[in-house]
């Protein structure tokens, strides 16, 4: 392997790991300076948020429990004045990529620190990046005031997890470090990471499909989402995120399992380009696989996961909206964008074809 000359400014960072870190949850607000916390939550997630606004007590401000995929602009807007009517000056992320990408609407903002407590994998707490939605177009960008100054990676708040929404998150990781093997500013420390992450997630995956409570599985995929968004935090993003960024955006499909469906024919899209990274795509996956982009697939059939666009509510009608959509202001790849080959990967993808 040759190594190229290349740029690494690491991004300030503080993570608590393991069983029961839900407990230093205060100490760290202490940390901050912090006096009155905001719990972010989505519906669904409302008890978690209650059980965070009761271990604080009376330095819980309140709770916002209406956080959703791609950050509509309106919610980013309400949960801003809720923060700022209630005098919090922190708020806490309780959730997957929706409340804490909500966290970083706020903290875009008004500068409001973020601590962030993954239930999932998307691994959205490790990075700068935020996205917006706004009159069906979701916006993507990177600001250091949006990075969450904590990180509380607690296994067992992952525990019951529901085994179909843990692979899809767990891809949706996988997906992050991937494109971390290729990005136009990769070095070799991210790459190092990234192949760790892919391996420890693909494996942990597997152990929770067949025993969702097994709680040494949670960690190892805690573990590698914290590699994997670590990746996704200190390197740019390609087509692979740049097509799932539009699915979601302009046609509200579900973001993780759009990751799922996307990244097999993404990464097949871009192996002839980028050999290294392919290898290492099949060595972390077990090194016995045709291509990246067909390993990638196998796992996520192995594992129950959704194949099709189709499935997660796209129309085969929307397939030419789509490439005009993603090519109308694409990220970089290694790969030159070519609008034929866009159009038949989004095929294949809707089809649930293997990738050759």
Known sequence: MTISNFTYTGLPSRVIFGKGSLQQLEAEIDRLGSRRALVLSTPEQRAQAERIAAILGERAAGIFDKAVMHVP???????REVANRLGA????????????????????????????????????????????????????????????????YDPELSQTLPVG??????????????????AQDGNPVMSLIAEEG????????????????????????????????????????????????????SFNLPHAQTHTVVLPHAIAYNAAAVPEAAARIIRALGG????????????????????????????????????????SNPYWNPRPIEQKAIRELLQNAYEGNRPA
Request: aromatic residues 4%; negative net charge; contains cysteine.
């Open 288 to 327: 016995e696989h045709d291509s990246a982009g067909g390993a990638l697939y196998d796992l996520a059939k192995s594992l129950g996961a959704p194949l099709t666009l189709r499935e997660l509510g796209l129309s085969e009608a929307d397939l030419d909206r789509a490439t005009d959509i993603a090519l």
């Open 73 to 79: 602009i309106e919610t980013a807007r309400e949960a």
């Open 89 to 152: 000056d922190c708020a806490i992320a309780i959730g997957g990529g929706s409340t804490t990408g909500l966290g970083k609407a706020i903290a875009l903002d008004s500068g409001l620190p973020i601590l962030a407590i993954p239930t999932t994998y998307a691994g959205s707490e490790m990075t700068p990046v935020y996205g917006l939605t706004e009159n069906g177009i979701k916006k993507t960008g990177k600001d250091p005031r949006v990075l969450p100054k904590t990180v509380i």
């Open 198 to 249: 892919i391996r420890a997630m693909a494996e942990g995956l597997g152990r929770v499909t067949e025993k969702p409570d097994d709680l040494d599985a949670r960690s190892d995929c805690l573990y590698g989402a914290w590699l994997c968004s670590t990746v996704l935090g200190n390197v740019g993003m390609a087509l692979h995120h740049k097509l799932c960024h539009t699915l979601g955006g």
């Open 165 to 182: 929404m843990s692979v899809t998150s767990g891809m949706n990781a996988i997906a992050h470090a991937a494109e971390g093997l290729y």
